[in-house]
């Protein structure tokens, strides 16, 4: 995981309803909601309801719990296990003569055709090479144990893109990232030069096209003057330890006004498993035996006890709500 500082923080902490450490980043001064999930569309969290993905932008609630305490670090993230082809046991020679006409026989009436299910297009998220990614622990005690905030982002190759857009032109829905928390926060996809992925938002959902083979970055950027600890999920699976993502996994720690990359997988304090976009038949969640979930990526964003949220949904209707010109008319000048 790449910053803009010097290096990260993984920090441990207590949940709103539940002990846990969490991989957290901070880099000093410059450290390294969404659409709701339908039960028809792959989720990035899994692990959580679709009525608890919708991700409020108001503050969080008040069901915090006492002063945190230091617990086992989640397990690391696993490379996926290599499949075995199956081994022939060779047949016992002591089979008489007739025996084996008939068995051949039987053979060959009872094959069937294989069903064999076609290879699904467009991308998903290998597990690649291993990166030098320092992390440490730093403590953080949730203000809930809901976010305040979610993004949700969904990628393809550009011939899925086309095809999720029902070919329509991208030009008028081309972006820079995808906001939450009203602005406060913004999440992008960078290629390994550090450029954004082509991004587009329509029909309320945020896009991004990448390409086969090639190295990507999550990047995540805290415009408020609160830290947040920010779960990531990829292609259902959360990037720390590799499981089902869920809002009870602990996650990156995001300093006011800095930014996080997360470059992979956890696999331990000082490595991860390079973010490598790939056929979704080889992608790592695909190699763990569900690739239901394969082609999203969600940030679920938490807010610190004691911190005020950064935007709450009364301050965003008053600005939105704002007038330029209040005073359309002349008022009569005040009696003396």
């Known amino acids: 995981m790449r910053t803009l500082g010097t290096w990260s923080i993984l920090a441990f902490g207590l949940l709103a309803c539940g002990r846990g450490t969490a991989p957290v980043a901070n880099t000093g001064g410059h450290d390294a909601a969404p659409e709701a999930a339908s039960p028809a569309q792959p989720s990035a969290f899994p692990g959580e309801s679709a009525a608890t993905q919708g991700g409020s932008e108001e503050g969080p609630g008040k069901d915090a719990s006492s002063a945190p305490t230091a617990e086992a670090l989640p397990s690391p993230a696993s490379p996926p296990a290599r499949a075995s082809a199956p081994s022939a046991e060779k047949k016992s020679s002591g089979a008489s003569a007739d025996e084996a006409p008939r068995a051949r026989a039987e053979s060959r009436s009872s094959r069937r055709p294989l069903d064999v299910e076609p290879e699904r297009p467009g991308l998903g998220t290998t597990w690649g090479e291993t990166r030098s990614s320092h992390v440490t622990n730093a403590p953080f005690e949730r203000a809930s144990s809901n976010p305040f905030a ?3 982002i969904r990628y393809n190759d550009h011939s899925g893109i086309a095809a999720m857009t029902r070919g329509a032109s991208l030009v008028d829905f081309q972006t820079d990232s995808a906001p939450a928390a009203g602005g406060a926060i ?6 390994e030069n550090g450029s954004p992925l082509p991004t587009f938002v329509t029909s309320g ?7 086969h083979g090639r190295r990507y970055v999550i990047e995540i ?12 999920a990829v292609d259902g699976l959360d ?11 602990r996650g990156y720690l995001v300093h006011p006004f800095a930014t996080v990359e997360i470059d992979g997988f956890r696999q331990n304090m000082d490595e ?11 992608a790592y969640a695909a190699r763990k035996g569900a690739d239901r979930n394969v082609g999203v990526i969600g940030a679920a964003f938490f807010a610190e006890r004691g911190a005020q949220a950064p935007w709450t949904e009364r301050e965003l209707v008053r600005r939105e709500g704002a007038d330029p010109f209040p005073g359309r008319f002349a008022s009569p000048p005040i009696a003396r």
Do not use: H, P
Request: overall charge positive; charged content about 20%.
């Open 150 to 152: 979610v993004t949700t």
């Open 186 to 191: 913004t999440v992008r996809l960078l290629d």
């Open 205 to 211: 959902r945020t896009l991004v096209a990448g390409e």
């Open 221 to 232: 950027a805290n415009r408020s003057s609160n830290r947040f600890e920010a779960v990531v």
């Open 239 to 249: 990037v720390v330890d590799g499981q089902t993502g869920s809002f009870s996994k």
């Open 272 to 282: 991860v498993a390079a973010f490598r976009f790939g056929n979704v038949r080889n």
